[in-house]
Each structure stands twice: as structure tokens, then as C-alpha cells.
């Protein structure tokens, strides 16, 4: 048994984990990306538009993994997702995808 810790209980708000975050990405001429720029909550705007990026919120990319795509729910609301596994300039590995539908990028931590 383990003994009591003396913490009150208390009820937790749920909260989603993961949730992708709104990037831009440079391409080159093959669509791989090359760099991309971290966007702060300010600086969203709506969906469509091209976000702007100060120049020391970019970073390169060092090199691409697996490249994979999704295609899901046709038959409803399409997904569909170009993923890469990415590493970028200082080491960090992610993940980013553009969603092919409305053509914006996304980052999610692995």
C-alpha cells in the first residue's frame, strides 16, 4: 500500500498534447523544405494569408529523414498531409507536414 502524500485531490482541466503550431517553410525547387520560421501567437493572421517571420525566428533545416504522406477521411472532410522528419540548425529534431488542402505548414514535436 502505498502511504497517503498529504496532497489534496483536486480535478485536472484536460488539455490536448501535441498540437501542431503554425509555421512558414522555404522550399526548393524539389519542395523540400530548406528552412523554416517559428511564428509567435500575434503574428497568425487568417488562414490563407502568408504570415511574416522576423529573420531570427528561422532556422535551416540540416537534413530531411522519412518523407511520407497521409490521405484520410475522402469520404468526409480530406486530410491530406506531406510530412518530413526533420532535423534543423542547433541539433532539434521535428516534425513538419503541410496540410495539401490548404497548403499551410505545420510543426509538431515528436
Known sequence: MVPATGTPLRAHRRR???LPRRVVVDVNE???PTAIGRLDGSTVGRIGEQP??????RLTVDSIGEVWRVY??????PIMRRYFEIVLSGGKHTII????????WFEQTP
Not at 97 to 104: I, K, R, T
Open 16 to 18: 490536448p498534447v501535441n
Open 30 to 32: 524539389r519542395g523540400l
Open 52 to 57: 511574416t517571420v522576423q529573420p531570427f525566428n
Open 72 to 77: 484520410d477521411e475522402w469520404w468526409r472532410q
Open 97 to 104: 507536414y503541410q496540410d495539401e488542402v490548404s497548403g499551410e
